[in-house]
């Protein structure tokens, strides 16, 4: 049983697992540059890859049951044995401040030192139990995979798509509450098509709207909705011969890539209607709409109406303005901005953060906090003081620390 | 030297080992590369294609069905043809060229393929009296082949110009 711990949490199959890792990473990059990102996510998640997730998981689990009792003794406070000066180990630090062991006490309290008298030295500790805390943070690794797993089986996620000015209700497999869009604003890099910044008012239950954020979600139902993207939607109005109203509804409208036709039909006409939405649109040198930046100034709509094969009309329309389509009107009553609202319930995603948080903290701890000894005894009126700084331990082959 | 060749043994044996594993999960797409390939599905020859395409205006020009299967484009031009006898418009086609332009795949037996066309169209609406065009541009059309037939299943105006012919009046 030992031999098999050993085995599973050895430096050696850590080393192979991490380079099994590396040369596959390095064959996912190669495919990411030919495969579009969904199959290379696929490949990521195949169970070749989760097996060997699990096997490092197992690795840094038996190597913690291995190395903790060594990292406990590693951690027992040091005595150091009277008589050389500097003792092994140390190195003579000049302490011109200090002029007797009151005052060193004093100072190395204040930095945070546990002190105590050795005979006539004394001798000060901080970060003792570094060793340890290396090994907690290798203990949370194996404990993020669970969460994962927890977070993959339990995780809910809902989208919806919400116009500016619209009021969702609860829909099944969403949020149990009413979700509003007040405004949505985005703004652009350099009136470009990047984002530098996409913010959207959203109330829940009626509530004062709340701005949120790409990355800044609000507490819905115990979950977060955030916002994911946004796009454009034109109001549309078509009524019949007799100006009777025959429908009314806002349609998502497609800008990229530039040419693209949405293409819409409407009940009791053989009609097709392709259309073209410009939010900001100027005339090109050839007459023809196109789009100057992304925010909604101008809209127009380009409409194509189609019956059959033949070509019937072709307009473009602003806010307001309606078409004649042998004998239906459409019209463009407005446009706006909707927004595409994804809502994550996942209690073990905080699970996982608060894993990778103590994890840091640990890791920064070790790295930041190493063992550090003070030894400081008289001398002439004075002091002298020696130090020893412990550097984190390199664990050996056989998943023991090379520092004895 | 050596370490450098142990490293490489080790990531070799490990791509083999997952890649492996891999393909026996991944087998469906896997196996297309050990199988041999199957022969490629037929594609249908221009001329068939265009000849399935007069085919097709012949038929709407005589308001029948485009063909025997329950195309989208067939159950489109049935909508067209109720649509215009509700409304008392009356129209005729009449397909005078078609030049077949590009033909592409678009998926498993399935083709898009542009024509340039000129047409002449008559059409009167209640009221009015009969008026010539000539419809002239680019189509798009889709067709699905269904064994060794081939079906129009959606015909698209791209680029198309409707000139009135004689003043619009019908000769």
Request: hydrophobic content about 45%; glycine content about 8%; some cysteine.
């Given at each position: 049983?030992?031999?098999?711990?050993?085995?599973?949490?050895?430096?050696?199959?850590?080393?192979?697992?991490l380079?099994?890792?590396a040369?596959?990473?390095?064959?996912l990059l190669?495919w990411s540059?030919?495969?579009?990102l969904?199959?290379?996510?696929?490949?990521g998640?195949?169970?070749?890859?989760r097996?060997?997730?699990?096997?490092?998981?197992?690795?840094?689990?038996?190597?913690?049951?291995?190395?903790?009792?060594?990292?406990?003794?590693?951690?027992a406070?040091r005595?150091?044995?009277?008589?050389?000066f500097?003792?092994?180990?140390?190195?003579?630090?000049?302490?011109?401040?200090?002029?007797?062991?009151?005052?060193?006490?004093?100072?190395?309290?204040?930095?945070?030192?546990?002190t105590?008298?050795?005979?006539?030295?004394?001798?000060?500790?901080?970060?003792?139990?570094?060793?340890?805390?290396?090994?907690?943070?290798?203990?949370i690794?194996?404990?993020l995979?669970p969460?994962?797993v927890?977070?993959?089986?339990?995780?809910?996620?809902?989208?919806?798509?919400?116009?500016e000015?619209?009021?969702?209700?609860?829909?099944?497999g969403?949020?149990?509450?009413?979700?509003?869009?007040?405004?949505?604003?985005?703004?652009?890099?350099?009136g470009?098509?990047?984002?530098?910044?996409?913010?959207?008012?959203?109330?829940?239950?009626?509530?004062?709207?709340?701005?949120?954020?790409?990355?800044?979600?609000?507490?819905v139902?115990?979950?977060?909705?955030?916002?994911?993207s946004?796009?454009?939607?034109?109001?549309?109005?078509?009524?019949?011969?007799?100006g009777?109203?025959?429908?009314?509804?806002?349609?998502?409208?497609?800008?990229?890539?530039?040419?693209?036709?949405?293409?819409?039909?409407?009940?009791?006409?053989p009609?097709?209607?392709?259309?073209?939405?410009?939010?900001d649109?100027e005339?090109?040198?050839?007459g023809?709409?196109?789009?100057?930046?992304?925010?909604?100034?101008?809209?127009?709509?380009?409409?194509?109406?189609?019956?059959?094969?033949?070509?019937?009309?072709?307009?473009?329309?602003?806010?307001?303005?309606?078409?004649?389509?042998?004998?239906?009107?459409?019209?463009?009553?407005e446009?706006?901005?909707w927004?595409?609202?994804?809502?994550v319930?996942?209690?073990s995603a905080h699970?996982?953060?608060?894993?990778?948080?103590?994890?840091?903290?640990?890791?920064?701890?070790?790295?930041?906090?190493?063992?550090?000894?003070?030894?400081?005894?008289?001398?002439?009126?004075?002091?002298?003081?020696?130090?020893?700084v412990?550097?984190?331990?390199?664990?050996?082959?056989?998943?023991g620390?090379?520092?004895? | 030297?050596?370490?450098?060749?142990?490293?490489?043994?080790?990531l070799?044996?490990a791509?083999?080992?997952?890649?492996?594993?891999?393909?026996?999960?991944e087998?469906?797409?896997?196996?297309?590369?050990?199988?041999?390939?199957?022969?490629?599905?037929p594609?249908?020859?221009?001329s068939?294609?265009?000849?399935?395409?007069?085919?097709?205006?012949?038929?709407?020009?005589?308001?029948?069905?485009?063909?025997p299967?329950?195309s989208?484009?067939?159950a489109?031009?049935?909508?067209?043809?109720?649509?215009r006898v509700?409304r008392g418009?009356?129209?005729?086609?009449?397909?005078?060229?078609?030049?077949?332009?590009?033909?592409?795949?678009?998926?498993?037996?399935?083709?898009?393929?542009?024509?340039r066309e000129?047409?002449?169209?008559?059409?009167?609406r209640?009221?009015?009296?009969p008026?010539?065009?000539?419809?002239?541009?680019t189509?798009?059309?889709?067709?699905?082949?269904?064994?060794?037939?081939?079906?129009?299943?959606?015909?698209?105006?791209?680029e198309?110009?409707?000139?009135?012919?004689?003043?619009?009046k019908?000769?």
């Amino acid at each position: 049983m030992r031999r098999v711990l050993g085995i599973l949490g050895s430096r050696r199959f850590a080393d192979l697992l991490l380079l099994s890792m590396a040369g596959w990473y390095a064959l996912l990059l190669a495919w990411s540059q030919t495969s579009p990102l969904a199959i290379v996510q696929r490949i990521g998640t195949m169970w070749a890859f989760r097996g060997l997730y699990a096997a490092l998981a197992v690795n840094l689990f038996a190597c913690f049951l291995i190395e903790l009792p060594r990292a406990l003794r590693r951690s027992a406070p040091r005595t150091v044995p009277p008589g050389e000066f500097p003792p092994p180990g140390h190195e003579e630090v000049a302490t011109p401040d200090w002029d007797g062991l009151d005052t060193a006490e004093v100072s190395l309290r204040r930095r945070a030192y546990r002190t105590r008298r050795e005979g006539v030295r004394l001798v000060a500790e901080r970060g003792r139990f570094a060793p340890v805390l290396g090994m907690l943070f290798h203990l949370i690794l194996p404990l993020l995979l669970p969460a994962a797993v927890l977070s993959l089986a339990n995780r809910q996620t809902f989208s919806m798509d919400v116009g500016e000015g619209e009021v969702v209700e609860p829909l099944p497999g969403g949020p149990r509450a009413r979700i509003g869009v007040e405004r949505i604003d985005p703004r652009y890099l350099g009136g470009e098509i990047y984002f530098t910044q996409l913010t959207a008012a959203v109330s829940v239950d009626g509530a004062p709207a709340r701005e949120i954020r790409i990355n800044d979600p609000v507490t819905v139902d115990g979950g977060d909705l955030r916002i994911v993207s946004m796009g454009f939607m034109p109001g549309l109005a078509i009524s019949d011969p007799d100006g009777a109203l025959l429908d009314r509804a806002f349609v998502k409208a497609g800008l990229f890539p530039p040419g693209t036709e949405a293409e819409l039909t409407f009940a009791g006409s053989p009609h097709r209607l392709l259309t073209s939405f410009y939010p900001d649109a100027e005339r090109g040198p050839d007459g023809e709409p196109r789009n100057a930046t992304l925010n909604l100034r101008r809209p127009l709509l380009k409409v194509r109406a189609v019956r059959g094969k033949l070509p019937i009309s072709t307009a473009v329309l602003s806010p307001g303005e309606s078409m004649e389509l042998e004998g239906f009107h459409l019209g463009l009553e407005e446009a706006r901005l909707w927004v595409k609202l994804e809502w994550v319930r996942d209690p073990s995603a905080h699970l996982a953060l608060w894993l990778c948080a103590a994890a840091l903290m640990l890791l920064g701890a070790k790295v930041f906090w190493p063992r550090t000894t003070w030894i400081v005894e008289e001398s002439d009126g004075g002091v002298r003081a020696a130090r020893r700084v412990e550097a984190p331990a390199a664990l050996s082959d056989e998943g023991g620390a090379d520092v004895p | 030297m050596r370490f450098a060749l142990r490293v490489f043994g080790v990531l070799l044996a490990a791509t083999t080992f997952f890649m492996t594993l891999s393909m026996i999960e991944e087998w469906p797409v896997f196996r297309q590369l050990f199988a041999r390939a199957p022969p490629p599905s037929p594609q249908p020859d221009r001329s068939a294609i265009e000849r399935r395409m007069r085919e097709f205006n012949t038929a709407m020009a005589r308001d029948e069905r485009a063909a025997p299967e329950e195309s989208m484009a067939a159950a489109a031009l049935r909508e067209d043809q109720q649509f215009r006898v509700r409304r008392g418009i009356r129209q005729e086609l009449t397909l005078e060229e078609l030049t077949l332009g590009e033909v592409r795949p678009a998926g498993p037996r399935r083709i898009v393929a542009t024509t340039r066309e000129r047409s002449r169209l008559v059409i009167s609406r209640p009221g009015g009296v009969p008026r010539a065009y000539a419809v002239k541009g680019t189509w798009r059309y889709t067709l699905a082949m269904r064994g060794e037939a081939l079906e129009v299943v959606d015909v698209l105006p791209e680029e198309t110009d409707l000139e009135p012919l004689d003043d619009g009046k019908v000769q």
